[in-house]
């Protein structure tokens, strides 16, 4: 392991979250093209196929966020 991510390992836990929520937005911010594997291509393509068919089969994002929270 190197030296740098050692040190980043002594940091608490909530400091070492928000270090990744930084660098996830500085990566969004850059506009680099990230690839995308053909596997996850295809599995957008599939369950948009799958919504165009059947409109009704999908929930909203209330839906599922109502039932998760209700699970607890």
Avoid: C, H
Avoid at 9 to 32: G, H, K, M, Y
């Amino acid at each position: 392991m190197n030296t740098a991510l050692q040190e980043l390992e002594t940091l608490p836990v909530p400091e070492r979250v928000q270090l990744v929520e930084d660098l996830w937005d500085s990566i969004a911010r850059s506009n680099a093209e990230i690839p995308i594997p053909r596997w996850q291509r295809d599995e957008v393509d599939r369950r948009k196929q799958n919504y165009l068919r059947n409109p009704d089969s999908g929930r909203t994002w209330d839906a599922v966020k109502r039932d998760i929270l209700q699970s607890r």
